[in-house]
């Protein structure tokens, strides 16, 4: 089978993560990279061996054979990129959040499904194989009944001007709800509040309720100086930590504690993977498709509203 062509543009922190893991997987010719930064651009040249780089995304676009792009830009320019690429006829896989507004992010989804695409969304977590042994617990009811799930997303960040920390932080917050639940909130309240700037929430304490779930509290914010990304599930049998970075799961029974046997893995390569994979053979279902980017930026949306008009938002 020929490889496939991918190209990606932005090339920043995560873009060179992404870049690197291309490299690595056998069924992938990374034929260009696209970044504003000239050095950006000079460091994949030499130390992932990239030669074609442009500062233009549109001339990585035109390159002949390409098949696919990764889109590590700013949140602001996703629909932009992500657009003309679709246009072009090239399946994407782009970081969270998919759009900054969920009409963008219909449109995206709609011109993919209308061309036979695939549009991915970065939602990294449902790679996790923490994650994914504990969605199949839930599954087994291992748990019984669940009762409550408490995230806590917190890391010090500096004050970004382009997005807040529920558009940074939140997409990955509903996502894995979804993702371990099997079902999207039926209302959502949000409390949140900038500290170093004027506008724009830095922290937010977010209360989701589900119709067949439990009630899903998180607190995420920028101003923590200790990087946490922790997940409580409190079940009528038993109850779990999950910390979604080391990949542990500390089990809670019956006055006992004992970790599950669970082997990390590479998050980024197992998504990269996915992504070809659904390029190879496009009856692949997409873990992490356009869709599912989309509803996590209706359900920011619907917080955003909860803190503007100081209620509880129906969805």
């Known amino acids: 089978m020929a490889k496939i062509r991918v190209g990606v543009i932005g090339i920043g922190h995560w873009g060179r993560k992404i870049v690197d893991e291309y490299t690595k997987i056998e069924d992938v010719d990374l034929i260009g990279i696209s970044d504003l930064d000239q050095k950006n651009i000079e460091f994949c040249a030499e130390r992932c061996g990239v030669k074609d780089g442009y500062s233009d995304y549109r001339e990585l676009l035109d390159q002949e054979g390409l098949d696919a792009v990764n889109v590590c830009t700013p949140n602001s320019s996703h629909y932009e990129i992500c657009r003309e690429a679709l246009e072009r006829g090239k399946h994407v896989l782009v970081e969270k ?51 409550l799930m408490e995230m806590t997303w917190t890391n010090l960040e500096k004050s970004w001007p382009d997005r807040d920390v529920l558009m940074d932080l939140a997409p990955h917050m509903f996502d894995i709800q979804n993702y371990l639940l099997g079902e999207w909130p039926v ?43 922790q997940i409580m599930l409190v079940g009528e049998t038993r109850s779990s930590m999950i910390d979604a970075v080391s990949q542990e799961v500390t089990v809670y029974e019956g006055g006992y504690t004992y970790k599950l046997g669970i082997e990390r893995n590479n998050t980024i390569r197992d998504e990269l993977v996915h992504f070809v994979k659904t390029i190879e053979r496009p009856e692949t279902e997409t873990k992490n498709s356009g869709t599912i980017g989309v509803r996590t930026v209706e359900l920011i949306e619907a917080a955003k509203r909860s803190i503007i008009e100081k209620r509880t938002v129906p969805l």
């Open 97 to 147: 959040p998919i759009t900054m507004t969920s009409a963008e992010g219909w449109d995206l989804v709609n011109m993919a499904q209308g061309k036979g695409l695939t549009l991915s969304v970065g939602h990294i977590f449902r790679f996790n194989n923490a994650l994914a042994e504990v969605r199949r617990l839930i599954g087994e009811r291992f748990f019984g009944k669940l009762f």
């Open 187 to 229: 209302e959502v309240s949000c409390s949140g509040r900038p500290s170093r700037r004027e506008s724009g929430e830095e922290t937010a304490y977010v209360v989701s309720a589900f119709e067949n779930g439990p009630m899903a509290m998180a607190n995420i914010s920028w101003l923590v100086p200790r990087k946490t990304r």
